[in-house]
């Protein structure tokens, strides 16, 4: 056994605090904000689904309509649970981070479908899975941009 135990019992003589700070800007990928601009003005996650897989059908050549992010990156992740939330809600959700949310359907629809859990791969085949727009994901603006 040890010579060197430490009495739980008593109080800590040491008080750690800690402030955390966002070093950079992100850009938000909210799917409330998608199911907005695609018509849908109450969320509902399997409503979303349906009209991403139809916004898709008409645009398969999605990949190639925009500038894309070329990196692997990796997100800050905000899960939604509820499927009936507002957009007003969803941004609330987003208060402590300083971010711009992305507006352009045809890139969120891309980082959703290119995303496995928390990491966003670049040229993966776009992938439509049930539950894929659960969660806001941010990340930072220059990984996004380059």
């Known amino acids: ?15 750690v605090k800690f ?13 409330v904000m998608l199911a907005f601009l695609l018509g849908i ?5 399997a409503k979303l689904e349906k009209k991403v897989k139809h916004y898709y ?20 992740a ?3 649970k509820n499927e ?6 969803s941004k609330c959700l987003m208060k402590q981070y300083h971010h711009k949310t992305c507006r352009n359907i045809p890139l969120l629809i891309l ?6 859990g928390d990491l966003y791969i670049p040229n993966r085949p776009l ?3 049930e539950n894929k727009f659960k969660r806001i994901l941010l990340f930072p603006a220059r990984e996004v941009n380059s």
């Open 57 to 76: 059908k008409k645009h398969p050549d999605l990949g190639r309509m925009i500038e894309k992010p070329t990196g692997y990156m990796i997100a800050e």
């Open 111 to 116: 980082v959703f479908a290119s995303t496995v």
């Open 19 to 31: 402030r955390q700070e966002q070093l950079e800007e992100y850009i938000s990928f909210n799917p």
């Open 1 to 15: 056994m040890s010579g060197l135990l430490h009495n739980m019992s008593a109080p800590s003589r040491s008080e």
């Open 78 to 80: 905000i899960e939604l």
């Open 84 to 89: 009936n939330i507002s957009l007003f809600e």
């Open 41 to 45: 003005h109450k969320f509902n996650l």
């Open 127 to 129: 992938s439509f899975v």
